[in-house]
């Protein structure tokens, strides 16, 4: 087989495996194969030029960044869809199109419709040309978006090239970019530990993930797509009489297609499947608010027509609200790790979507003053994609008399001291560290799997310990014995010593795990892993100025001055040298004492790309010197990628695994650094 042919049927298989794990969420072979295939590809291109193909899918990441976004015109009007609420209004719109289409109200003849699921994201339209993405763009007003193409060739469930002979000429394929309700998760958490406002729902988080001029950081939002329609002008219509086909065909393209749709004989069939999705829509990954009514028959479509805003063919009907009314008893504060004071609602407990609700968070000062909830008022909550509800408002009845506006208290419930607010912040801190509260939610937090992962420390646990005053601080629960612990509640002997063993077993974890579990303001898991790959050990990084923090990948000016606030302050100086003192380690291996330190012990490196200023044979010698290795491919296992001009295919891996990535003056400084 020639190189050209291997290479065309490289990319075939890579499309393929592409879309049957993004697509279809089935993937064949293992992530290890995938990238064999891509690495081949991506080697075969290196060493022809004159075969590369800008839609390769090693080529999904490149490109010139974007540089703000043009406007773009669509095909055709992209319209918006009308919405129905009950049954009623549903049989309304089957009266409509019935008439439309010339057919009695009272015959028999059902009308043919498709019910989708209405996803909850942004819609998006794909010009495909010759069977390539060409251009991705957002609704905008409806007659011109946004143009986001480069965002949108990293999202890997959208195909750059269209496999079983699409049509030649240009159309649109339109459809929805939403983000998975797990992938939603995972972001807000880590904004939330670099105390960055969290996003409300995956929508938003979407939008904001689709219009960021950053396309390395989209990548790493896991955003999916679903395509539901095809515009094509009028002479090149595909070959599809009805929307059932049409969708078949966009499946047979490789596009991804929301798999639950069904072809409804009728209106009864309609409302039966809006019915089975009310409650059934929860257990999908990712938020839907509704479902899509369509007529069936393409012909009969334009027959029916649209308004200068909805088509009169189609409706959505949206899913009754999950809200509930009920009597707020009082407004309260509650104070975490880092001091952030967050007001929340007891609530009368209510009945919503399937859990009985009493507690509803308001965010902050300024959240409750917006909505103007008060004590003893009645109010509605609603459950949007997140487990805490939400108050939406207060019903406020005429002539009802209300208590006062809620107050900030102005000193801390738990410990007493004056509560503060920076000028140009939102939230109120407490700010003192032995506040019992802090020390509770700071406890859990170091804890936690993804800093100290001491399991068996949960909630109830460290209630006691800190109200026993057997706790303080974190270096504390080293010195607990299995004879202190049994006698907890709802501890035995056994348990205390698991725990003990748990504590005994965190005494050896890596430095990342300390500096992300001590709680350093916007300190999150990466923030505290780059740190750790950076200086090895508690000293060097103690020994660190501003500077050189800064100096390091993920680590920004923000960071870099918490970190060295924190470590000037001479209690978490304290409370270091006795977490030491307690056998915690405080280095990563092979720092100290060793001939030729080895700072990079345990860290596996893959370079794509060239590198400027020295060769890759000096890279990895440098890399293996300092005792990291160097390998082909990407894998969870990878601690760094590092990424030199006209990267190869291995950053798509890495950006899907979420490897971070240092350019080459990062990883000049990391691996001078060590030196
Ligand atoms: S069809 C002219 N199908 O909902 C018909 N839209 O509220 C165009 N949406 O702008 C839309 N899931 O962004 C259609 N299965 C689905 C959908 C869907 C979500 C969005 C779409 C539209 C909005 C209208």
Request: hydrophobic share 40%.
């Amino acid at each position: 087989m020639t190189p050209a042919d291997r290479i065309l049927e490289l990319r075939r298989l890579i499309r393929h495996h592409e879309e049957r794990y993004y697509v279809l969420d089935d993937p064949e072979i293992a992530d290890v194969e995938f990238d064999a295939l891509l690495r081949e590809l991506a080697d075969l291109e290196a060493a022809h030029p004159e075969l590369v193909d800008p839609d390769s899918p090693t080529q999904r990441v490149g490109g010139r960044p974007a540089e703000g976004f043009a406007t773009a015109k669509h095909l055709a009007p992209m319209l918006s869809l009308d919405n129905t609420y009950d049954e009623g209004e549903l049989r309304e719109f089957d009266q409509r199109v019935r008439r439309a289409l010339g057919i009695a109200a009272e015959a028999g003849t059902p009308v043919g419709y498709v019910a989708e699921l209405k996803i909850d994201g942004l819609s998006i339209a794909l010009t495909y040309e010759q069977g390539r993405l060409r251009r991705a763009v957002t609704r905008g007003d409806g007659v011109q978006g946004e143009d986001v193409t480069q965002n949108a060739r990293v999202i890997q469930a959208i195909p750059l090239v269209l496999r079983d002979s699409p049509p030649e000429a240009a159309m649109e394929v339109r459809g929805e970019i939403y983000l998975p309700r797990a992938a939603f998760t995972r972001m807000n958490d880590e904004r939330e530990a670099r105390e960055e406002p969290v996003f409300a729902n995956p929508r938003n988080a979407a939008a904001g993930a689709i219009r960021t001029l950053d396309h390395g950081a989209v990548a790493k939002r896991g955003l999916r797509a679903f395509t539901y329609q095809i515009v094509a002008p009028a002479d090149a219509t595909p070959a599809a009489a009805t929307h059932h086909e049409t969708l078949a065909l966009l499946a047979s393209w490789g596009c991804p297609v929301e798999r639950h749709w069904r072809v409804c004989d009728g209106i009864d069939a309609v409302i039966a499947y809006c019915e089975e999705w009310r409650e059934a829509r929860h257990s999908l990954p990712f938020d839907t608010d509704g479902v899509v009514i369509k007529l069936d028959d393409l012909a009969a479509r334009d027959t029916v027509g649209h308004t200068a805003k909805f088509p009169r063919w189609a409706v959505a009907f949206k899913f009754p609200a999950e809200q509930a009314t009920t009597r707020l008893i009082k407004i309260d504060v509650n104070v975490g790790r880092t001091g952030r004071v967050t007001p929340f609602a007891w609530l009368e407990p209510v009945h919503l979507s399937g859990t009985t609700v009493q507690l509803a968070t308001l965010h902050n000062e300024q959240e409750v003053k917006r909505r103007d909830v008060r004590d003893g008022d009645l109010v509605i909550v609603e459950k949007g994609g997140e487990i805490i509800p939400k108050i939406v408002k207060p019903v406020i009845r005429d002539g009802e008399p209300r208590n006062p506006p809620w107050q900030m208290p102005t000193t801390c419930k738990f410990c007493g001291s004056t509560l503060v607010k920076p000028d140009d912040e939102v939230d109120w801190r407490c700010e003192n560290v032995s506040c019992p509260a802090r020390i509770r939610r700071g406890l859990l937090h170091f804890a936690s799997r993804r800093a100290m992962n001491i399991e068996g420390l949960g909630e109830s646990l460290v209630d006691q310990l800190v109200s026993k005053a057997l706790v303080h601080d974190y270096a504390d629960l080293y010195a607990l014995t299995v004879d202190q612990l049994a006698e907890l509640e709802r501890m035995g002997k056994k348990s205390a010593a698991n725990l003990v063993a748990e504590l005994d077993a965190s005494r050896h974890l890596e430095l990342w795990r300390l500096l992300h579990g001590i709680g350093i303001r916007h300190v999150g898991e990466r923030g505290a892993q780059a740190l750790a790959a950076a200086f090895h050990s508690m000293a060097r990084l103690r020994a660190a100025t501003v500077e050189q923090m800064q100096s390091v990948p993920d680590v920004g000016t923000v960071v870099a001055a918490s970190v060295r606030s924190f470590l000037d302050e001479p209690r978490n100086q304290t409370l270091v040298d006795r977490l030491a003192a307690a056998g915690v380690r405080m280095e990563d291996e092979h720092v100290e004492g060793a001939e030729t330190p080895k700072p990079l012990a345990g860290q596996t490196f893959v370079i794509t790309g060239t590198l400027d200023q020295l060769t890759r044979e000096a890279a990895e010698e440098r890399i293996a010197a300092l005792g990291g290795k160097v390998s082909g491919s990407v894998s969870k296992k990878t601690r760094w990628i590092v990424v030199g001009r006209d990267p190869g295919s291995k950053i798509e891996k890495a950006r899907a695994v979420g490897t971070p990535e240092l350019d080459e003056a990062a990883f000049l400084k990391l691996i001078m650094t060590d030196q």
